[in-house]
């Protein structure tokens, strides 16, 4: 059986309103996910299995509950034996590999604050988030190119910590290597020493547990901060939304680096009771994946609208996805024309949800609920969200606001506890009795939140409020269109201009004539003010190793030709 009865008032609900307004999560005195889910299965179900690992070159990893408290004891010693104590931070950067969940475990359990990043940055990223996160630890996986990035990084003279660094297999000099813990005989030797820690070194509910940078459209990335109840959150995440069974397999397509990853695969899941699949791939394939979920027999899927939108052009019939009951989405709002071609070949119904690095899952299409594509669903009775207007008052039905959290109620598990080192973002965000969330959405008449965009990702043109999303909705529903990413471009009479910049589908081809067409597409699927003025075809948009769009740089790369134009034409009537 899940451990869920333990963390909940009641696991069972008739409808939505029934949740909302009796679904309470129980935080436990001293909370800590390490001892009280994964330690708490091994004893009553040790054999229970807790994850499915799988990559594209032949290797597979099966690990019970029982194994895996073994394997974070050995690995929590032999980070103690490293020098890592309470409240100390640990970089990981481990892409998809199966010890990311170990060491996880291991931090938590040390009362460590674990720190994901993706395996992609570089040195001079790595050098800021060294010195903003005071890393004395950093844990990679084996890939070379990644390892001397995280060397040079920590070479950076003047670095107020050098932080030791730790690889999986093989250390070069100067490293540690993980599996010396992980392999026999080190594995009996230190998991059989490892104690629960006593005392000040003790966690506590409020100590922070897990940090993620982030960012906005501008200024360096914030590192955000959860407490050990953060865990608890994610249950109405996994189990409400996402639809987890106990003894199921559940995958969320997220790499590791990302606040999906503590969305998707690892608290929520393993608290109602479902084991975590992981497919670890260099680059998304759409027929790779199908094929996985088809062997391994996936129970329940998540993962973000692009996804969906390579699956949907797909040949799903070829495959067998009769396991999957539930499937879910975030990240962008839902096309229609994708949600009714997926609908139509699999029996699924996606179910959108919406939340932040800084929060769990604030609304989702819920079970109980019949999904409006592109809607993000309703509010969580854990964070009960409302929309608030520029004069300060509660936005009506159909009105634009900001969405926000009260606080009325005090902190709710699941959500931010700040900003690390920088109380002003912090102070920022917490003001006025609400958490503000700095995304703007607006409510229709059936409780249904409809996202517009962050604020910073408003276009606004000659008066008028553009959301991308409305427009990138409208573009992908045509034909030619794979995928499209709308954003404002500077103009001198209008302020902005509608951008769009759009991947063809196969079988199409860049031209004025499809220009035009597009725009006219557009005028006819949303208010015509909103048409794209300018198109730029693209053979890929630049996308976080999670799948989402990153508008910001395609921001910053047309400011950046704006200005070198700019420079041009200056030169010239210089030079006149």
């Known amino acids: 059986m899940s451990l869920l009865q333990r963390f909940v008032n009641r696991t069972e609900f008739s409808s939505y309103e029934d949740f909302y307004e009796n679904f309470r999560i129980e935080v436990p005195e001293n909370f800590n996910f390490g001892y009280d ?33 073994r394997l974070s004891d050995a690995a929590a010693q032999f980070l103690q034996d490293a020098g890592i104590r309470k409240g100390d931070c640990v970089m990981l950067l481990m892409g998809g590999r199966y010890e990311f969940w170990i060491a996880m475990v291991a931090l938590h359990k040390l009362g ?40 040079a990084a920590a070479a950076t003279p003047g670095l107020p910590i050098v932080p030791k660094l730790v690889t999986l297999h093989g250390a070069p000099k100067g490293w540690l290597a993980l599996h010396d813990a992980l392999d026999e005989p080190g594995l009996s030797r230190l998991a059989g020493r490892f104690a629960r820690p006593t005392g000040e070194q003790a966690t506590r509910n409020g100590d922070p547990m897990l940090a993620y940078f982030t960012s906005g459209t501008s200024g360096e990335p914030k590192l955000t901060m959860h407490n050990f109840v953060y865990p608890l959150g994610h249950i109405t995440t996994a189990r409400y939304w996402q639809n987890v069974e ?27 009771g479902t084991a975590i699949f992981v497919h670890d791939y260099e680059r998304f394939n759409a027929q790779r ?23 949907a052009k797909e040949d799903l019939s070829e495959y067998d996805f ?4 539930h499937a879910a989405m975030a990240g962008e709002p839902l096309n229609a024309a994708v949600y009714q071609r997926f609908g139509a070949a699999t029996g699924l119904r996606l179910m959108e949800g919406f939340g932040q690095s800084e929060s769990c899952v604030i609304m989702a299409n819920f079970l109980w609920m019949e999904p409006k594509p592109g809607s993000v669903g309703r509010g969580s009775p854990v964070f009960r969200p409302c929309l608030l207007k520029d004069d300060g008052t509660l936005a009506e039905e159909g009105e634009t606001g900001e969405l ?32 503000h969330t700095g995304d703007l959405c607006w409510r229709d008449a059936d409780g249904y939140f409809w996202f517009v965009g962050r604020n910073d990702d408003i276009i606004k ?33 209008r302020g902005q201009i509608v951008k769009a910049t759009v991947v063809l589908a196969r079988g199409f081809s860049p031209s004025e004539v499809l220009v035009k067409e ?22 890929e948009l630049p996308k976080t190793t999670s799948g989402k769009i990153q508008r910001k740089e395609i921001r910053k790369r047309d400011l950046e030709r704006l200005h070198a134009e700019a420079m041009k034409a200056a030169a010239e009537e210089v030079g006149k």
Not at 40 to 68: K, M, N, Q, T
């Open 37 to 69: 889910v994964v330690d708490a299965y091994a004893a009553a179900e040790p054999e229970r299995r807790a994850l499915v690992w799988c990559d594209d070159h032949g290797g597979e990893r099966i690990i019970s509950f029982g194994e895996l408290k």
């Open 112 to 151: 460590a604050l674990a720190i994901p990043g993706s395996h992609m940055l570089k040195a001079h990223d790595l050098e800021y988030r060294y010195r903003l996160g005071d890393i004395r630890l950093v844990l990679c996986n084996d890939r070379e190119d990644l390892r001397e990035e995280v060397a």
């Open 246 to 272: 106990d003894g199921g397999l559940h995958y969320t397509l997220a790499d590791t680096g990302w606040a999906k990853t503590a969305w998707g695969k690892l608290y929520g899941q393993w608290i109602a």
């Open 289 to 311: 994946t199908m094929e996985v979920c088809a062997k391994y027999k996936v129970t329940t899927f998540c993962a973000p609208m692009t996804v969906y939108r390579y699956l």
């Open 322 to 325: 009769s396991s999957i009951h």
């Open 404 to 435: 926000v959290l009260p606080m009325d109620r005090g902190a709710p598990p699941g959500l931010t506890i700040g900003y690390y080192k920088n109380p002003e973002a912090t102070t920022e965000v917490f003001r006025d009795g609400y958490y």
């Open 461 to 493: 043109s000659s008066g008028y409020r553009v959301g991308p999303f409305e427009v990138e909705s409208a573009l992908v529903a045509h034909p030619a269109v794979l995928e499209a990413a709308v954003t404002g471009l500077p103009d001198p009479d």
């Open 518 to 539: 597009l725009q006219d597409f557009v005028k006819k699927e949303t208010a015509p003010y909103k048409y794209p003025r300018r198109i730029e075809f693209v053979d």
